[in-house]
Nanobody, 127 residues
Framework: QVRLVESGGGSVQTGGSLKLSCNVS????????MAWFRQSPGKESEGVAA????????FYADSVKGRFTVSEDNAKNTLYLQMNSLKPEDSAVYIC????????????????????WGRGTLVTVSS
């Protein structure tokens, strides 16, 4: 059974940093596409960052490029999202996702490309 559990959310001021973690079980993160999405009240889910199998490539939404970094630790089977220079508009529930093994991913930051989801961790950025 695939299980994704996020942690690391919290409250920070504008300009602060947070590092989110997504612990993966029942699945090998490094063999597949993994991604971070965020959901705010009244807004559609937004793909924030993704990493390809074996960490060969990373992908970012324009809104976070240069501020967020996605990475994974193969030994810990954990996905990370380092978030720097945080802004109030970054406030959201951040959710980790993974695609079904063996399936191709065409639209890297589209929610419907991913099959397994965590429950999310809340990030609040105050001005």
């Amino acid at each position: 059974q695939v299980r994704l559990v996020e942690s690391g959310g919290g409250s920070v001021q504008t300009g602060g940093s947070l590092k989110l973690s997504c612990n993966v079980s029942g699945y090998t993160a490094s063999h597949n596409y993994m991604a971070w999405f965020r959901q705010s009240p009244g807004k559609e889910s937004e793909g924030v960052a993704a990493i390809s199998p074996r960490g060969e490539r990373t992908f970012y939404a324009d809104s976070v490029k240069g501020r967020f970094t996605v990475s994974e630790d193969n030994a810990k089977n954990t996905l990370y999202l380092q978030m720097n220079s945080l802004k109030p508009e970054d406030s959201a529930v951040y959710i980790c996702a993974a695609n079904r093994p063996g399936e191709l991913v065409y639209r890297i930051l589209a929610p419907n490309e991913y099959d397994y989801w965590g429950r999310g961790t809340l990030v609040t950025v105050s001005s």
